[in-house]
């Protein structure tokens, strides 16, 4: 058994926040699933890109489990398909959850093709269910834990903002540049 | 025909230890034949396609040295749809990798061919076989050329795309700059290396590359055989990337005339390339050309990018530092590169611009840009996704190469390092890409099973 978890001290780094679920995949549905999450669109048009907390996230199916080599002791078999769904998000994992139920209808056609999926209309359901597939990540890193993903965002422009300024203030003698710099800054 | 460059005699020969006379040309060894004809053919029929290919196997070029250049090469290789055409197992064909089967124009997001370079902008698509004949001048050409389409196409197999190309004087690319100078070594091609050829061997020499990042059936540089399809497929053939690069030399030239950086436009481009235009490595001589390492062969490859870190000799993102970091910093000595060499044997297709002219004189010129690899997507693909069309790698966020890549918007840019350093911003278009296609050229064993 995979141990279940709501707050587990691995979930958290800084501010960053670690969902990790494994769904089991209704007999018979795996490849109608596969076919959906291949077509998905990607980058901004992502139903994910509507997620304001989000920094990362990951849909995938596990159809088998890859041997590790010789040194793998155990030969572990997957009895079913499973989805695995994978966030890192900033702040709390129900108002994550919350967001994804209002903002991402096509939940239900991904956790729709797995067993116990009560749907959103529900939300203390929807929460429960996600938690209920939820597993400890055995390892959680994140390479900027303390900024949000709007901190990153507003980074991303200052460091296009300061790019402009360099490429419009090349060549400039000191005494302009402060005064550019002055002003736009 | 144009003369071979003093700084580029013939690379020396050595004992093989792979087979050459299975091996088909132009993989181990490049040819010196500067004119070149790519014929893109689509099968038609599979019987009288294949009574056609036994007629032309005695014509295929091999690995096997020259000891005079013939008057004419040809080599054969095939698209996933050609090779499904010619009728091939199903099992057979379900063993080519992913990438070779969905064919160029279906990897292009990730490839970066995106805008004008999309493939709904190419100029063919739906290719089977690529029919490649080199030739010692363009005459010669002309005749084998003749002679292939008035006896062969037709015959079973339309022709679907015809492409020229021939080298510019001095070996130089329609920008003015000599190129093809860094090729992999390749451990038991029979071809001597060079200084700068193959991999970095981490005590400041150089080492060959192994066998099975260019040929199948050969231990590769990870110690094992490369993922081969089944045999006969899986020894001594090699899969070929092509891409036609259109090349805007009027705004290449422009850009750098106009830009107002303080070394001068032939500083600018030769920051942007990597290289000054005779060749000589920013990397060894960051103050100008120098003719006593571009005329000497053993000398005007030999350099890394370790001792720069910073790229104040040879800028981080210039062109050839990106398309082959060598030992650079992040790439632990060139053990992060080792697995992502390509032998390139490109030739420039269309007349030169006349020399100093900055307005376009709407010729069509460019790059017929061929590699060869064992892996296209851990090599052609690798380089192209990550280190031209981004710059992730190199710690230059989402900067592409700034000669090649694909302009995005009003964000690219390319920085030149220095005290202060100098900002391009936004990226230009020097190049766009017209066609392309993933192929497969297989031994010539393959090939008599194919054509039997």
């Known amino acids: 058994m995979r141990k279940r978890t709501s707050e587990h001290v691995a979930d958290r780094v800084g501010g960053a926040y670690a969902l990790t679920t494994f769904a089991r995949v209704l007999p018979g549905r795996a490849d109608e699933l596969e076919a959906y999450l291949e077509a998905l669109p990607r980058g901004a048009d992502s139903p994910l890109a509507r997620l304001e907390a989000l920094h990362t996230a990951r849909i995938q199916l596990f159809r088998s489990l890859v041997h590790q080599g010789p040194k793998q002791r155990h030969t572990d078999v997957l009895q079913n398909t499973h989805l695995v769904f994978t966030s890192t998000i900033d702040g709390s994992l129900d108002a994550y959850l919350d967001a994804l139920a209002s903002a991402v209808p096509e939940c239900d056609e991904w956790w729709g093709c797995c067993a116990g999926y009560p749907g959103r209309s529900d939300l203390a359901a929807f929460r429960a269910y996600v938690r209920s597939i939820q597993a400890a990540p055995g390892l959680f890193q994140s390479a900027i834990p303390d900024a949000t993903v709007a901190d990153v965002r507003s980074a991303l422009a200052l460091r296009e903002q300061v790019i402009d300024f360099a490429v419009e203030a090349q060549g400039l003698d000191a005494a302009t540049l402060q005064a550019r710099f002055r002003s736009a800054f | ?452």
């Open chain 2, 1 to 452: 025909m144009p003369a071979r460059r003093m700084n580029a005699p013939r690379r020396g020969r050595q004992a093989a230890r792979v087979d050459l006379a299975d091996i088909q040309g132009n993989v181990l060894r490049g040819y010196t034949l500067p004119a070149a004809a790519y014929l893109f053919l689509r099968i038609v029929d599979v019987d009288r396609a294949s009574a056609l290919m036994r007629r032309m196997l005695p014509q295929v070029m091999t690995a096997s040295p020259w000891d005079e250049p013939p008057a004419t090469a040809m080599n054969v290789a095939f698209t996933f749809a050609g090779l499904s055409a010619l009728g091939l197992e199903s099992d057979v064909l379900d063993s080519f990798p992913e990438a070779f089967r969905q064919g160029m124009a279906a990897r292009a997001q990730w490839l970066g061919d995106r805008g004008p370079s999309a493939p709904e902008h190419w100029e063919f698509s739906g290719a089977h076989v690529l029919v490649t004949v080199y030739a010692v001048d363009v005459s010669r050409l002309r005749a084998a050329l003749a002679e292939i389409l008035a006896a062969d196409v037709g015959n079973g197999v339309e022709l679907v795309h015809l492409q020229r190309a021939e080298s510019l004087p001095e070996g130089r690319d329609h920008f003015g700059f000599f190129d093809g100078i860094a090729q992999p070594a390749i451990a038991g091609g029979g071809v001597e290396p060079r200084p700068g050829d193959g991999q970095p061997d981490g005590a400041g020499g150089w080492r060959e590359l192994a066998t099975g990042e260019i040929l199948l059936g050969y231990t590769d540089e990870d110690g094992g055989l490369p993922a081969a399809p089944a045999a006969p497929f899986d020894r001594n053939g090699t899969f070929v990337v092509y891409r036609k690069l259109a090349m805007d030399a009027a705004a290449f030239r422009r850009y750098v005339a106009s830009q107002g950086y303080p070394g001068g436009p032939a500083e600018l481009a030769a920051k942007i390339v990597g290289r000054w235009p005779d060749g000589t490595p920013l990397a060894v001589s960051p103050d100008g050309p120098d003719a006593s390492i571009s005329s000497d062969s053993r000398r005007i490859n030999d350099f890394g990018f370790a001792d720069d870190p910073l790229g104040l000799r040879c800028p981080v993102g210039a062109h050839i530092r990106r398309a082959n970091p060598r030992d650079a910093a992040g790439f632990f000595g060139g053990k992060l590169t080792n697995r992502h060499r390509i032998v390139r044997r490109g030739r420039p297709y269309g007349p030169p611009l006349e020399p100093g002219a900055l307005d376009d004189d709407g010729v069509e010129r460019g790059l017929i840009f061929i590699c060869f690899q064992t892996d296209l997507w851990r090599q052609f693909e690798t380089i192209q996704a990550l280190w031209v069309d981004d710059g992730d790698p190199f710690g230059l966020g989402r900067d592409k190469d700034f000669l090649i890549g694909e302009p995005h918007g009003t964000t690219g840019k390319m920085t030149i390092p220095g005290h202060p350093p100098y900002f391009l911003k936004p990226q230009p278009r020097f190049v766009t890409l017209r066609g392309g296609d993933y192929l497969f050229q297989p031994s010539m064993t393959a090939l008599r099973t194919i054509a039997a």
